[in-house]
C-alpha cells in the first residue's frame, strides 16, 4: 500500500491516522503492517525514528474486538518514559471508541492497578516487572491474549526483563504471536525469540544507514580545559531550539545539570534516579518547552519522542557505541535537520574512530567566543609525526648505503635491497623504543 487511505481499516481507524496527519506509511510501517494483520508473528529492526511504534499500534488497533471484554494484547517496554509514550498514542488511535486502554509500569501503586483491572482491558501498555506482577496476581488474565509486542527488546534484555517476559508470555495462549521491535537483535536473545517464535518474519529497515541523515556531526576537542567549560563554550556558539546533553551516568548527568545552572541555564533532567512522580513532571515540562537544555543519561536515547531536539551535545561518548546512533537519532526527526556535537579528549580516538567506521562523517571544529572555525583533521599531526620519522630512516638507509666504486650489472637493485634491511631494522628500533 502506497497510502494509508488505500488500506481497509475500520473508520474510527483512518479519521484517527488522519488526524495524526498520516499520509503515507514509513517503511517499517509499510513491511509490518500487513504481517500484524495476518497474525504472522515478526521481528522489526529498525533504528530508532523510524516509525516502529506505529507500524505496530496501528494493526493492533484494527484487530480489537471491542464487544470482547477480554485481554487481547499486551505490549511491554523496557523503561516507563517509552510505555507511557506509546500509551499515549494508543490513545490517540482509540479516542471515542469503545477499546479499553490501561497503562501499567513500575514505581506507581501496585494495589491501586490490581484495583483497575476488575474490569479486563482490551489492550494493556507497560513495563514488564509490573506486568508480571499483576499477572502473578491474578489481576490481569494473560490467558485471553494471542498478541505481544516486545519493544526495545535489546535494551529489555541489557535491562534483564526478558526473564519477567518469559514469566507471563509462558501463560498467554498457545498460538502466541509475538512481534519484536529492537534496533539490533543481539546473539543472547535468540533463545528467547526461538522459544516463542516458529519462523517468525524477519524485517530489517535501514541497517546500512545507521546515521539519521541531515545531521551535522561536530567533533570538538576538550584540550586543556575542563570539559565543563568547554561544554558551556559549545553551548554559547549555539542557540537551539531544544538541544540534550548526554552523559553517562546519573550522578554525572546531575552534575553538569548543576554546574549548568550555577551558570545561569535553566536545564531539564532525565535519569533514573528521578522519582516516578518527577519524571513525569519532566518530560511535561520538556513538552511544555520549558527548557532549552537537557541533561540526560542514555535513558533518554532509546526511542522516547521528544518534539524539536536541534542539537544533541555528547559530552562524553558512550561505554556501547551502538549507543552513540541512539543519541543522535534524538534530531534531525520527521525530515528536518540537526546537529550532533561530539566533545572529545585524546583517550577516546580510539572509540572515535570506531564510531567513523560505523559511518559517521565527523568534522573537526573549535568554538571560542562563539565563533566556530573548522581545524585540520585529528590526525594531520599524527601523519606529520610519521612522515617525519620515514624521512630520517630513509636518509639513514641512503647514508649507509653508497653506490659501489665499480658498478656492475644490477647495482641499482642490489643497493635498494641493503637500503631496505636498514630501513626495517631502523624501523624495528624505533618500535622497540616506542
Same mark, same amino acid.
Given at each position: 500500500?502506497?497510502?494509508?487511505?488505500?488500506?481497509?481499516?475500520?473508520?474510527?481507524?483512518?479519521?484517527?491516522?488522519?488526524?495524526?496527519?498520516?499520509?503515507?506509511?514509513?517503511?517499517?510501517?509499510?513491511?509490518?503492517?500487513?504481517?500484524?494483520?495476518?497474525?504472522?508473528?515478526?521481528?522489526?529492526?529498525?533504528?530508532?525514528?523510524?516509525?516502529?511504534? @506505529?507500524?505496530?499500534?496501528?494493526?493492533?488497533?484494527?484487530?480489537?474486538?471491542?464487544?470482547?471484554?477480554?485481554?487481547?494484547?499486551?505490549?511491554?517496554?523496557?523503561?516507563?518514559?517509552?510505555?507511557?509514550?506509546?500509551?499515549?498514542?494508543?490513545?490517540?488511535?482509540?479516542?471515542?471508541?469503545?477499546?479499553?486502554?490501561?497503562?501499567?509500569?513500575?514505581?506507581?501503586? $501496585?494495589? +491501586?492497578?490490581?484495583?483497575?483491572?476488575?474490569?479486563?482491558?482490551?489492550?494493556?501498555?507497560?513495563?514488564?516487572?509490573?506486568?508480571?506482577?499483576?499477572?502473578?496476581?491474578?489481576?490481569? =488474565?494473560?490467558?485471553?491474549?494471542?498478541?505481544?509486542?516486545?519493544?526495545?527488546?535489546?535494551?529489555?534484555? *541489557?535491562?534483564?526483563?526478558?526473564?519477567?517476559?518469559?514469566?507471563?508470555?509462558?501463560?498467554?495462549?498457545?498460538?502466541?504471536?509475538?512481534? !519484536?521491535?529492537?534496533?539490533?537483535?543481539?546473539?543472547?536473545?535468540?533463545?528467547?525469540?526461538?522459544?516463542?517464535?516458529?519462523?517468525?518474519? @524477519?524485517?530489517?529497515?535501514?541497517?546500512?544507514?545507521?546515521?539519521?541523515?541531515?545531521?551535522?556531526?561536530?567533533?570538538?576537542?576538550?584540550?586543556?580545559?575542563?570539559?565543563?567549560?568547554?561544554? =558551556?563554550?559549545?553551548?554559547? /556558539?549555539?542557540?537551539?531550539?531544544?538541544?540534550?546533553?548526554?552523559?553517562?551516568? +546519573?550522578?554525572?548527568?546531575?552534575? !553538569?545539570?548543576?554546574? =549548568?545552572?550555577?551558570?545561569?541555564?535553566?536545564?531539564?533532567?532525565?535519569?533514573?534516579?528521578?522519582?516516578? +512522580?518527577?519524571?513525569? +513532571?519532566?518530560?511535561?515540562?520538556?513538552?511544555?518547552?520549558?527548557?532549552?537544555?537537557?541533561?540526560?543519561?542514555?535513558?533518554?536515547?532509546?526511542?522516547?519522542?521528544?518534539?524539536?531536539?536541534? @542539537?544533541?551535545?555528547?559530552?562524553?561518548?558512550?561505554?556501547?557505541?551502538?549507543?552513540?546512533?541512539?543519541?543522535?537519532?534524538?534530531?534531525?526527526?520527521?525530515?528536518?535537520?540537526?546537529?550532533?556535537?561530539?566533545?572529545?579528549?585524546?583517550?577516546?580516538? *580510539?572509540?572515535?574512530?570506531?564510531?567513523?567506521?560505523?559511518?559517521?562523517?565527523?568534522? @573537526?571544529?573549535?568554538? $571560542?567566543?562563539?565563533?566556530?572555525?573548522?581545524?585540520?583533521?585529528?590526525?594531520?599531526?599524527?601523519?606529520?609525526?610519521?612522515?617525519? !620519522?620515514? *624521512?630520517?630512516? *630513509?636518509?639513514?638507509?641512503?647514508?649507509?648505503?653508497?653506490?659501489?666504486?665499480?658498478?656492475?650489472? /644490477?647495482?641499482?637493485?642490489?643497493?635498494?635491497?641493503?637500503?631496505?634491511?636498514?630501513?626495517?631494522?631502523?624501523?624495528?628500533?624505533?618500535?622497540?623504543?616506542?
Amino acid at each position: 500500500m502506497s497510502k494509508y487511505a488505500d488500506y481497509d481499516f475500520q473508520p474510527f481507524l483512518q479519521k484517527a491516522i488522519s488526524k495524526l496527519g498520516f499520509t503515507e506509511p514509513t517503511p517499517i510501517q509499510r513491511e509490518m503492517i500487513p504481517v500484524i494483520l495476518k497474525g504472522k508473528s515478526a521481528i522489526g529492526q529498525a533504528h530508532t525514528g523510524t516509525g516502529k511504534t @506505529h507500524s505496530f499500534l496501528i494493526p493492533i488497533v484494527q484487530r480489537i474486538i471491542s464487544e470482547k471484554a477480554e485481554l487481547q494484547a499486551i505490549i511491554t517496554s523496557p523503561t516507563r518514559e517509552l510505555a507511557s509514550q506509546i500509551f499515549e498514542e494508543l490513545n490517540r488511535l482509540t479516542e471515542g471508541t469503545e477499546i479499553q486502554s490501561k497503562l501499567f509500569i513500575g514505581g506507581t501503586d $501496585k494495589q +491501586r492497578s490490581i484495583d483497575k483491572l476488575k474490569t479486563q482491558p482490551h489492550i494493556v501498555v507497560g513495563t514488564p516487572g509490573r506486568i508480571r506482577d499483576l499477572v502473578k496476581e491474578n489481576a490481569l =488474565l494473560v490467558h485471553t491474549a494471542p498478541i505481544l509486542v516486545v519493544d526495545e527488546a535489546d535494551l529489555a534484555f *541489557d535491562l534483564g526483563f526478558i526473564e519477567e517476559i518469559d514469566a507471563f508470555a509462558g501463560k498467554m495462549p498457545d498460538s502466541l504471536e509475538m512481534y !519484536v521491535f529492537s534496533a539490533t537483535i543481539p546473539e543472547r536473545l535468540q533463545p528467547f525469540l526461538k522459544k516463542y517464535m516458529e519462523s517468525p518474519v @524477519h524485517i530489517k529497515i535501514g541497517l546500512k544507514k545507521p546515521a539519521a541523515e541531515g545531521i551535522d556531526f561536530t567533533l570538538v576537542p576538550v584540550r586543556s580545559k575542563s570539559k565543563k567549560k568547554r561544554l =558551556l563554550e559549545v553551548m554559547e /556558539g549555539i542557540n537551539p531550539y531544544l538541544a540534550i546533553i548526554f552523559t553517562n551516568t +546519573r550522578s554525572n548527568a546531575d552534575s !553538569v545539570a548543576n554546574y =549548568l545552572a550555577e551558570a545561569g541555564y535553566r536545564v531539564g533532567r532525565i535519569h533514573g534516579d528521578l522519582s516516578p +512522580r518527577e519524571r513525569t +513532571r519532566m518530560m511535561k515540562q520538556v513538552r511544555d518547552l520549558e527548557y532549552q537544555y537537557i541533561v540526560a543519561t542514555d535513558l533518554a536515547a532509546r526511542g522516547i519522542d521528544i518534539q524539536g531536539v536541534s @542539537h544533541v551535545i555528547n559530552f562524553e561518548l558512550p561505554e556501547d557505541l551502538e549507543f552513540f546512533i541512539h543519541r543522535v537519532g534524538r534530531t534531525a526527526r520527521a525530515g528536518l535537520e540537526g546537529t550532533a556535537i561530539t566533545l572529545y579528549e585524546p583517550t577516546d580516538e *580510539d572509540a572515535i574512530v570506531r564510531i567513523e567506521k560505523m559511518g559517521i562523517p565527523f568534522v @573537526h571544529k573549535d568554538v $571560542k567566543d562563539g565563533e566556530w572555525s573548522e581545524l585540520k583533521e585529528r590526525h594531520t599531526r599524527k601523519n606529520r609525526k610519521t612522515e617525519k !620519522v620515514a *624521512d630520517e630512516i *630513509d636518509a639513514k638507509a641512503k647514508s649507509m648505503v653508497r653506490k659501489p666504486k665499480k658498478v656492475k650489472p /644490477g647495482y641499482k637493485r642490489n643497493m635498494r635491497w641493503e637500503m631496505d634491511k636498514v630501513k626495517k631494522r631502523e624501523r624495528r628500533i624505533k618500535n622497540r623504543k616506542k
